[in-house]
């Protein structure tokens, strides 16, 4: 088995990396840097079409896409850890919450992040994101209410994704009225697996400014 990272600094693929290395797995990483316009350079497309990281190589094939990479590395090596049993009742909210970060969180955050960043006017659009941002976190807050993990209160790879997402809220400040969210965000960062993706993966910071 060979796995290849084509990993983005600040990026994606930081999921990539802190998954395999709760799996203990082994790996290499090709580094790419941004470009001033914040996107990746031209070459990751010669991997892949899109050139969208986080792109990963797995023997003969190739994958993109993060949740579907830490879906796949968890459910071939993960030897049952950091997911629920395919016939427990849990395994469909796993499965919900494995792609809900990309699929409805990451939107409202994304379009935070530009009216941040960008000389944004338009109240009405600002006032429409605020709300839709503010309705996903109050929906995962009370998903951790009284627990520290989503799925069972144990680890797992909806943890792993969603992490990214709200690392991009706090860096805003969004999560100062979710405690919550911000004790599960330090829980993440001080997992032993996860410090170890930084110091290879390279300095690592959601705080985009223009």
Do not use: C
Request: charge should be negative; proline fraction near 5%; aromatic fraction near 12%.
């Amino acid at each position: 088995m060979t796995i290849k990272v084509h990993h983005l600094n600040n990026s994606k693929s930081q999921r990539i990396l802190w998954a395999l290395e709760e799996l203990g797995l082994d790996y290499e990483i090709v580094f790419y840097k941004r470009q001033p316009s914040f996107a990746a350079p031209d070459d990751i497309k010669n991997i892949h079409p899109l050139g969208k990281p986080p792109v990963v190589e797995i023997d003969d094939f190739v994958m993109a896409e993060s949740g579907a990479v830490v879906q796949y590395l968890i459910e071939r090596y993960g030897e049952g850890k950091f997911m629920p049993d395919r016939s427990s009742s849990s395994y469909a909210k796993y499965i919900e919450l494995m792609h809900y970060p990309e699929g409805s969180l990451s939107p409202p955050l994304l379009d935070q992040l530009f009216i941040r960043m960008l000389p944004v006017e338009d109240e009405t659009f600002k006032g429409f994101t605020q709300q839709r941002v503010m309705n996903h976190l109050s929906y995962v807050d009370g998903l951790l209410e009284g627990q520290d993990y989503l799925i069972d209160n144990e680890f797992s790879g909806a943890d792993l994704q969603l992490t990214f997402n709200l690392q991009g809220a706090n860096a805003g400040g969004g999560l100062r009225h979710y405690k919550n969210l911000e004790a599960f965000v330090q829980r993440m960062e001080a997992r032993q697996a996860y410090q170890r993706s930084i110091d290879k993966g390279g300095e690592f910071s959601l705080g985009f400014k223009k």
